[in-house]
């Protein structure tokens, strides 16, 4: 079993940052690959970014260049920096960690107001 907390959400104006954070405990070092997901109301939830164990990283192209994941091992915390926040970035984030199920945090709102 993997829990999954995460903090960092809340509310932005238009360019502006926030840096989410997803603290894993339990059986981490089943662990291969940790995510973040949104969900803007009235839309499925979507992929954001994945890291690997071996520190491997994607992004879905509206992020790119914007968003940034990281994985700090010591701290067993994944982090997803964001910046140039745009008003469509507007959603629930949630933590996901494959291992090989997936588990997921409580989610964290973002509101990003133009």
């Known amino acids: 079993q993997v829990q999954l907390v995460e903090s960092g959400g809340g509310l932005v104006q238009a360019g502006g940052s926030l840096r989410l954070s997803c603290a894993a405990s339990g059986t981490i070092f089943s662990i291969w690959v940790m995510a973040w997901y949104r969900q803007a109301p009235g839309k499925q939830r979507e992929l954001v970014a994945t890291?690997?164990?071996?520190?491997?990283?994607n992004y879905v192209d509206s992020v790119k260049g914007r968003f940034t994941i990281s994985r700090d091992n010591a701290k067993n915390t994944v982090y997803l920096q964001m910046n140039s926040l745009k008003p469509e970035d507007t959603a629930v984030y949630y933590c996901?960690?494959?291992?090989?199920?997936?588990?997921w945090g409580q989610g964290t709102q973002v509101t990003v107001n133009s």
């Open positions: 996901n960690a494959r291992a090989p199920s997936y588990y």
């Open positions: 890291i690997t164990s071996g520190g491997s990283t």
